[in-house]
């Protein structure tokens, strides 16, 4: 990879980490991408977790410089879930071939268009964060480690359709227990793609550059706009999906 193409990496990377935050879906940019600047898929899927990594922190930073609470001890108990389904998940992907994976990935991936299609995104009344409603997140939660683990892309659809519907979070609050959660399994993921030589350390630095950027900054955007703003670039996110799997 010439060095001219790293600008070009930190601005996907960029991109890649608002839609992640806000929404999801940002791999789907990301990863085909870096596929077509020479990485196999299955070293760019473990390359980006890197920079995945790097962005949820800086995102958590910009959703607590905000003044958002989290759910706590609630956001623990979802990291503590989806730890284990997150090794699963890693090393179903770092042991799998390039083209099984290419089915799979599409696969899941219209699976996630049509969970936003069906509009789980309805946030009205209290929240439910009772001991039965907690235990419903986590379990749901262990398996949405395993998918963040396989695959990371669009895992924010599913993030935000859990919270939503099982304890009626708003979508500010989702994306920051989102990115939250998401430290645990992806750094797990980190290190099972490290141990099985599935990243390009020095083009997950520089990604990751353009992903803590990302994520600080649209942390702090989603805050200030608000909901209606954050569910157009939801939209606009699963449109990109579902261009990117019909047609390319």
């Known amino acids: 990879m010439s060095w001219y193409e790293y600008p070009l990496i930190i601005l996907v990377g960029f991109i890649a980490a608002f839609l992640n935050t806000v ?11 870096l596929t077509f600047l020479g990485l196999p898929i299955t070293i760019a899927n473990g390359t980006s977790r890197v920079a995945i990594f790097f962005q949820n922190i800086f995102a958590v930073g910009g959703f607590k410089s905000k003044g958002v609470e989290l759910p706590w001890p609630y956001a623990v108990y979802l990291g503590a879930a989806s730890l284990g389904g997150g090794i699963v998940g890693s090393l179903l992907a770092a042991s799998m071939s390039d083209d099984l994976f290419k089915k799979i990935f599409a696969g899941i ?11 789980p995104f309805k946030t009205n009344g209290q929240e439910k964060l009772t001991a039965r409603d907690q235990w419903i997140g986590g379990f749901c939660f262990l398996f949405i480690g395993v998918y963040g683990g396989f695959v990371q892309a669009g895992i924010g659809f599913l993030v935000i359709g859990v919270l939503s519907l099982v304890n009626n979070l708003s979508l500010v609050k989702s994306n920051y227990v989102k990115v939250f959660a998401a430290i645990v399994y992806t750094g797990v993921s980190v290190l099972v793609f490290a141990w099985q030589g599935k990243i390009d350390w020095l083009v997950a630095g520089v990604l990751a550059v353009g992903h803590s950027m990302g994520g600080w900054y649209a942390s702090r955007w989603s805050v200030k706009a608000g909901e209606v703003w954050i569910k157009r670039v939801l939209i606009i996110s699963v449109i990109g999906m579902a261009i990117k799997l019909w047609f390319f």
Do not use: R
């Open 23 to 33: 929404g999801g879906g940002g791999s789907l940019f990301s990863v085909p991408i």
């Open 109 to 119: 991936m219209i699976f996630s268009v049509g969970l936003i299609l069906a509009d």
